[in-house]
């Protein structure tokens, strides 16, 4: 079992830009959540996807979107990069009809310059 | 809204010494309660949950923790600690969904903990 991969691993953008991040869920999961995580802080949710749609989302702007596949792999993208965009973003999948937890992915490293 | 306090951002502790980790939280509902592990630039790894049930949960790698709802915390501890144990320690807290699965998770800001020979 592979876990949760999450590519690209690190990547660097110019403000103004826009990213996308990929996420594939662990085996036999059907729901993806990201997180933004900056540095010395905790992570921050983002949103949730659940059979192809958004069903929870944090406090971010519009410019934060994503889109989950029919074998529940997610993107997550983000339009109009701020410097405060910089962080690691992580992937967390679990299973939307049971008490578990979330497993999470090693994350992606975004620097906007 | 929920929320998770945790009040101490660094710890130091002596090799084989006990440790305990505090996290307070904020939240409307039953809770469903985590601790997750973070080494330097990794992903989170899950050391305990609580879901129902007993109160006192044991994790992997020797953690255990102690749900408290009268004080609203779930406080991480150890008996004795391992240079391997330094990192940093998230608590978080979530909700099910009335079908089951967890919702987005709410995380505190994290204790680092450091290991003195």
């Known amino acids: 079992d592979a876990g949760v991969t999450q590519s690209p691993t690190h990547l660097i953008k110019t403000r103004g830009q826009q990213v996308t991040l990929r996420c594939s869920p662990k085996?036999?999961?059907?729901?993806v959540s990201w997180y933004q995580q900056a540095l010395g802080q905790g992570p921050q949710f983002i949103f949730q996807y659940y059979e192809e749609e958004e069903r929870q989302r944090g406090n971010f702007p519009d410019r934060f979107s994503g889109h989950q596949f029919p074998n529940y792999s997610s993107e997550l993208n983000v339009n109009a990069l701020l410097l405060g965009d910089s962080a690691l973003y992580l992937c967390?999948?679990?299973?939307?009809?049971?008490?578990?937890?979330?497993?999470f992915g090693q994350g992606t490293r975004l620097t906007v310059v | 809204a929920q929320s998770v306090t945790q009040p101490d951002i660094h710890i130091t502790v002596s090799e084989g010494a006990s440790l305990e980790l505090r996290c307070n939280y904020s939240?409307?509902?039953?809770?469903?309660l985590f601790w997750y592990v973070q080494s330097p630039g990794q992903g989170l790894q899950l050391l305990l949950k609580y879901f129902s049930g007993d109160t006192l949960v044991q994790g992997i790698k020797g953690f255990e923790a102690e749900f408290k709802r009268s004080q609203s915390s779930f406080n991480l501890r150890k008996p004795s600690v391992h240079w391997s144990d330094a990192a940093e320690y998230f608590c978080?807290?979530?909700?099910?969904?009335?079908?089951?699965?967890?919702?987005?998770?709410?995380f505190g800001k994290g204790t680092h903990l450091i290991i003195q020979p």
């Open positions: 085996s036999g999961h059907d729901t």
């Open positions: 939240y409307g509902a039953t809770p469903y």
């Open positions: 978080a807290v979530g909700a099910l969904y009335s079908g089951g699965g967890a919702d987005g998770l709410t």
């Open positions: 967390a999948s679990s299973l939307r009809t049971a008490h578990t937890e979330a497993f």
